[in-house]
């Protein structure tokens, strides 16, 4: 089955930009989403179809995809986007989840 | 807004069979699929499978015990799992899915413990 690889953690300081990515075998010809977990909490999506912000998330939350690799970028991060982000496609057969990537605002 | 709001947190021996609710509000809930998804303690997410318009879609791993239904009437999905292990302990989550492929998930649910304990 199709399998996506995220780092563990990502760190990055308040201000700065986060990028955390999301690899998978010409993942370009998926369509990728986001969502994003703070602790104890559901996930929120906060961008499907690799690039389009659901109603309600801020633009400083943005995405791409090429080649293979899908990655989501944080501009401006604040403390409060510190949490756990999750990338997703469909293969054809299945939901695929990447195993998740920390971020830590430092 | 829509909302999807879950059953409460279950204890279940061994073996047995929970089954979990999502009550779904702020949309026509029959231009929508459900999907389930799972998290055990501490480890990422993991999808079980979607229901739509009566069709159901389940993930490998579980169709042999997994089973999605809903009532049409009351706009809620519902999910049995059975032959509870230990390693079926986590967080379940129902999802408001797009209801074909690319399957992008908005809202989730707030999720339900189910603790299998003996």
């Known amino acids: 089955s199709y399998v996506l690889t995220q780092p563990p953690s990502v760190s990055v300081a308040p201000g700065q930009t986060a990028r955390i990515p999301c690899g998978g075998n010409?993942?370009?010809?998926?369509?990728v989403h986001w969502s994003q977990q703070k602790a104890g909490q559901a996930p929120v999506l906060v961008i499907y179809?690799?690039?389009v912000q659901p109603s309600g998330i801020p633009e400083r939350f943005s995405g791409s995809n090429s080649g293979n690799t899908a990655t989501l970028i944080i501009s401006s991060v604040e403390a409060g986007d510190e949490a756990d982000y999750y990338c997703?496609?469909?293969?054809?057969?299945?939901?695929?989840f990447g195993g998740g990537t920390k971020l830590t605002v430092l | 807004q829509v909302q999807l709001v879950q059953s409460g947190a279950e204890v279940k021996k061994p073996g047995a069979s929970v089954r979990v609710s999502c009550k779904t509000s702020?949309?026509?809930?029959?231009?929508?699929?459900i999907s389930w998804v799972r998290q055990a303690p501490g480890q990422g997410l993991e999808w079980m499978g979607w229901?739509?318009?009566?069709?159901?879609k389940y993930a490998q791993k579980f169709q042999d015990r997994f089973t999605m239904t809903t009532d049409t009437s009351t706009s809620t999905a519902y999910m049995e799992l059975r032959s509870l292990r230990s390693d079926d302990t986590a967080v379940y989550y129902c999802?408001?899915?797009?209801?074909?492929?690319?399957?992008?998930?908005?809202?989730w649910g707030q999720g339900t413990l189910v603790t299998v304990f003996s």
């Open positions: 999802a408001k899915d797009l209801g074909r492929p690319p399957h992008w998930f908005d809202p």
């Open positions: 179809d690799d690039s």
């Open positions: 229901i739509y318009n009566g069709n159901t």
């Open positions: 010409n993942i370009r010809y998926k369509s």
């Open positions: 997703q496609v469909w293969d054809g057969d299945s939901v695929v």
């Open positions: 702020g949309y026509t809930f029959t231009t929508s699929g």
